[in-house]
């Protein structure tokens, strides 16, 4: 299994910008893929960005353009830099790892953009 630790969450401004970090420990070496996730109240859980253990990239619409997800191998940590963002990204953001073994979840991180 593998446990995961999200940080960077808060409230922004539309058109600014946070970065979501999310540490990994356990076993890791297992990991296929990373991702983030979001869910906005009274809404199904939905893929934000993901990455792979090859560095391939894949993304929503919604965020294309504005979120980059990056990977630290050496610090075990996968990011989320989210730049001009709209109130319609206000979710609980979780990671996610995903291996043929399991799948894990962090504890979710909340990110609200309001003025």
């Known amino acids: 299994q593998v446990q995961l630790l999200e940080s960077g969450g808060g409230l922004v401004q539309p058109g600014g910008s946070l970065r979501l970090s999310c540490a990994a420990s356990g076993s890791i070496f297992s990991i296929n893929v990373m991702g983030w996730y979001r869910q906005a109240p009274g809404k199904q859980r939905e893929l934000v960005a993901s990455i792979t253990q090859g560095g391939s990239t894949n993304y929503a619409d919604s965020v294309k353009g504005r979120f980059t997800i990056s990977r630290d191998n050496a610090k075990n940590t996968v990011y989320l830099q989210m730049n001009s963002l709209k109130p319609e990204d206000t979710a609980v953001y979780y990671c996610?790892?995903?291996?043929?073994?399991?799948?894990?979840w962090g504890q979710g991180t909340q990110v609200t953009v309001s003025s």
């Open positions: 996610n790892a995903y291996s043929i073994a399991f799948i894990s």
